[in-house]
């Protein structure tokens, strides 16, 4: 600005220099004035400059002190940050050891659970075998007991043919059992199993007869009521209507004891079913 003045006064000075005598006196008071407007204008000018620097001064100042206090606030937060992620790490890591020491826990309650549930079934099965052997031992004990008590076998098979011959069944058939209960491994026994299968005949419980004379013939297969048992099945057979059941049971009875005398009545039986028991001529 001061330039500027300068130059202008200069400018004057020229002007004032080269104008002529005669319009001097009028030209410089234009120009005066002129400069004055100049003068005044470039006061104007400086004063609106100088404030719009103030302003433009303290808004910079402002904006500065306000980045600063940005500035600060952003170093605070990140400084907050890092120490909660630090404390976060730390916290974190704890859970971590935390969580592994649970894990560690559960593993070894669940190795001392599992050598309980060892231990209890072992207890169990030894229970359980000490019950079997303790029941076991009962048993014999009181067949023992009951075999002491039972009348010598001679004697007791002896009365359950007797009660047999003289039509008191059920007198018999509980001696008969008896006899099989305590005494199962002697030489009668296949006959009071027989005996029991007639029992059921004669009282027309076929189906059952049938089973029990199975019985001598699976149990006693070397007794000697063994081809009086096919013959009695295989009548038991014919007494249910089971002419093909009975049919092979006499054949098997003829195949397997042909000299005995229940041969002879098997062929009987048989030819009442229709089935012809002469041998196959030889061809000539």
Known sequence: MKKLRIAILFWGAGLLATTPAWG????ILQLQTQMQLMQDQMTSMQRSFDERMGVMRNLVEQSTDTMNKIAGS?????????????????????????????NDSIDELKARLGKVSK???DLQASQQT?????????????????????????????????????????LATQEFSDY??????TDLAGN?????????????????????YDKVLENFPSGNKVAAAHLKKGYSFAELGQKDAAI??????????????????AKEKLQQLGVSTAPARKPR
């Open 248 to 265: 092979a049971e006499l054949q098997t009875l003829i195949q397997r004891f042909p000299r005995a005398p229940e041969a002879a009545q």
């Open 180 to 185: 099989l209960k305590f005494y199962p491994n």
């Open 74 to 102: 952003i170093d605070k937060l990140q400084t907050s940050i890092q120490k909660q992620n630090t404390d976060g790490a730390s916290r974190v890591d704890q859970f971590s050891g935390q969580i592994q020491s649970l």
């Open 192 to 212: 009071a199993s027989f005996y029991l299968a007639e029992i059921e005949f004669k009282a027309g419980s076929y189906a059952q007869a049938a089973k029990d």
């Open 24 to 27: 001097v006196s009028k030209e």
């Open 119 to 121: 231990q209890l079934d």
């Open 130 to 170: 000490v019950a079997a052997q303790t029941a076991t031992a009962a048993q014999v004990a009181v067949a023992a007991q009951q075999q002491q008590q039972a009348p010598p076998p001679d004697v007791l098979y002896n009365n359950g043919l007797r009660d047999y011959t003289s039509g008191k069944t059920d």
